[in-house]
């Protein structure tokens, strides 16, 4: 909304995140010579400011901190009240990790969400936990045996006989993937196989046929070797050789019945659960400006209130936490842990080197239009998914969670090898945010889509399940907002399908050891 009013209320136009922040985000186009009332200062709008950019709260000098979220994303170069902030007047901020370290003191448990008692259908697993969907999935051990994998997967979900027969059954999917054989080194070798495992023991899924060529770094059998007793998690395996059945189309015809004779296994009915089982796989793509102003902090609330619930969520994106790294490092249990995060972004930066790159990769040109000043920036709207509790540790990529919490997983910025790990992580259930329109969904977790505005809401109102944009057009608070969203959660929880799930969008994509993928 375009308007000439000189003397509006900030309130109306912009939103504030903290007191302690220097900046203001537009809500809609503010003008150039508006003028707007905010704390008995009135500020007047040097130059046009476009929806989800930033402008100054007050002259702020040269050298000084700049601020949202009650911390600094830049050092400015001089910015008078009511400029415009972009990357022409912040400086990034250099980030000292063994004065974080030094500095590291134990965090107060976070209290200011009660516990709630609700509950969500879901299915019981032998192991205790508890899966939002029940799949069987065909593991081929690698790219070889993807073709033959998707082939069989294809021909089974063809057949509504089979669907009738299984209606509990939520689908038979192919975890196809292009590692496993060729170039595949040693470290691909090992991440690989951790991450195959352990999507067979995501609650989600009932059991798994594990698919070769027979001529592959990786066999069936080695792999169900490596694997160890899946049956004790109550998982239905069995497994198959591309050569040894005869070919494509007795492969093809063989996995079928071997998978017919397990669906048998597979057919659990939902029963009430408390949330505690809920794992939350926190997730963004394609974000915005507004991504950390509403899609983010409220998929942060709902993460806090399962959390406090008894239940855990899994936070990753290795690229999207530089320059956060202080607002994460004051929430981990132990300074072990981290220690654990700091080698892993570590880790990160010296990979980025080795490949002749930056880690301000993760900083697109769609960010910068939308209104994101810096990388750092756009990482302290990121980590806002994780919301207020505890880190209790920090995860390699895939790596199984192992008590109630919130955990950091070194992961890729890239959203589907992202979603990937998590899934292999344990979680059961996906919130997505996103503020330019990532479609993409998960092989067996459900993912539910938050647009950050109502506009992108209405423009993909066939992908996004869930409006964030309320907080910025309908004043909703971000408590009353998460709220609903915890009730949908729930929902598709208990069986409710999303768009994702609709479109039968299963991306499955395992990070290639060696590939920076920001």
Known sequence: MKNNTKNLSLNDVALVMSSRDNVAVAKTEILKGDSLLYCDTLITIKSTVPAGHRFALSDIKKGEKVKQYSYPFGISNGISIGSKVDG??????????????????????????NKTDKTFFGYKRKNGEVGTRNYYVIIPTSLCASDIAKRIADDLDRDNKLKAAYPNVDGIVAAAHTEGCGSSDGVMIDRLLLTLKNTILNPNVCGALIIDLGCEKISASSFIKYAGNLSKYGKAIDMLSIQESGGTRKAVEKGKNLILKNLRKCSVKREPVSIKHLVIG????????????????LIGNTVDKIINSGGSAVLS???????????????????????????????YKDLAKKL????TGNFVPGNKKG???????????????GGTTPIVDFLEYSERISRKGLYIMNGPGNDLESMTGIAASGANIFLFSTGGGATE??????????SSTTELYKKLNEDIDFNAGEI???????????????????????????????????SYQVWSAGKLSL
């Open 88 to 113: 022409s007047n912040v400086s990034e901020i250099r980030v000292d990790y063994k004065k974080l370290l030094k500095g590291y003191t134990v965090p107060r448990m976070h209290t200011s969400l």
């Open 282 to 297: 926190a997730e963004c793509g394609a974000s915005d400006s507004f991504s950390g102003i509403t899609a983010n902090p």
């Open 472 to 506: 910025i057009d309908k004043n909703s608070t971000i408590g009353n907002l998460g709220d609903k969203l915890l009730d949908f959660v729930i929902a598709v929880a208990s069986g409710k399908k999303t768009w994702a799930d609709k479109w039968k969008k299963r």
């Open 356 to 359: 002749n790159t930056s880690m």
């Open 317 to 347: 994106e290795t690229p999207e936490m530089i320059g956060a790294e202080e607002t994460l490092i004051k929430r981990m249990v132990s300074k072990s842990v981290a220690m654990k995060f700091v080698k892993g972004l570590s880790w």
């Open 441 to 450: 969904g998960n092989l067996i977790v459900p993912v539910i889509k938050i």
């Open 371 to 385: 209104g994101l000043v810096n990388l750092t920036l756009k990482s302290l709207g990121a980590v806002l998914k």
